[in-house]
């Protein structure tokens, strides 16, 4: 079970201990570096740019957040751009689409394909990315019962956190 924050001891909020964040950005980005040259895919400056901004927070990006980012560091990029990066990135495993909240994550294990469940906090908003693949096989065998091919499937949970629900008052 990983957290969305990705490859380094999760922050926590509240007084808890924290990490350095920058490392976890700076590990994904070369590991998305790894992964691309293993897989003969251009990751281009802008490409890699949109993923360090995906790394950036502790909870999904959306496109036009991105876009904003991107025109504050003087690209002068437009929404198709931000688009084409992101479908890079989702081509390669570097990022997960929070469908319900239609914006971006890092994926912290972007060398292997898997099928992941996203736990949502409906009140900081960060996510936790758990790689159950009982969840997944259980999904592909309810869909195979009932003659149904999965192509792709995106299991998301809203709740609460733990640092939420132990500080809610």
């Given at each position: 079970m990983?957290?969305?924050?990705?490859p380094?001891?999760?922050?926590?909020?509240?007084?808890?201990?924290?990490?350095d964040?920058?490392?976890?950005?700076?590990?994904?980005?070369?590991?998305?570096?790894?992964?691309?040259?293993?897989?003969?895919?251009n990751?281009?400056?802008?490409?890699?740019?949109?993923?360090e901004?995906?790394?950036?927070g502790?909870?999904?990006?959306g496109?036009?957040?991105?876009l904003?980012?991107?025109?504050?560091?003087?690209?002068?990029?437009?929404?198709?751009?931000?688009?084409?990066?992101l479908?890079?990135?989702?081509?390669?495993?570097?990022?997960?689409?929070?469908?319900?909240?239609?914006?971006f994550?890092?994926?912290?294990?972007?060398?292997?394909?898997?099928?992941?469940?996203?736990?949502?906090?409906?009140?900081?908003?960060?996510?936790?990315?758990?790689?159950?693949?009982?969840?997944?096989?259980?999904?592909?065998?309810?869909?195979?019962?009932?003659?149904?091919?999965?192509?792709?499937s995106?299991?998301?949970?809203?709740?609460?956190?733990?640092?939420?629900?132990?500080?809610?008052?």
């Amino acid at each position: 079970m990983g957290e969305r924050r990705g490859p380094g001891a999760p922050e926590r909020r509240h007084g808890a201990p924290r990490h350095d964040h920058q490392d976890c950005i700076a590990e994904a980005l070369s590991r998305a570096d790894a992964v691309c040259r293993a897989r003969s895919a251009n990751l281009t400056e802008i490409r890699r740019r949109v993923l360090e901004l995906v790394w950036s927070g502790h909870a999904p990006i959306g496109a036009y957040e991105i876009l904003d980012a991107l025109r504050r560091d003087g690209i002068s990029a437009q929404p198709p751009t931000v688009y084409r990066a992101l479908e890079f990135l989702l081509a390669q495993g570097l990022v997960h689409r929070i469908e319900s909240r239609n914006a971006f994550i890092g994926c912290a294990q972007p060398d292997e394909r898997h099928s992941s469940q996203f736990l949502i906090c409906r009140d900081c908003g960060t996510v936790q990315e758990l790689s159950d693949r009982r969840i997944g096989a259980a999904v592909s065998a309810g869909a195979r019962d009932v003659g149904f091919e999965v192509g792709r499937s995106t299991v998301e949970v809203e709740g609460r956190c733990m640092d939420c629900s132990t500080h809610a008052g």
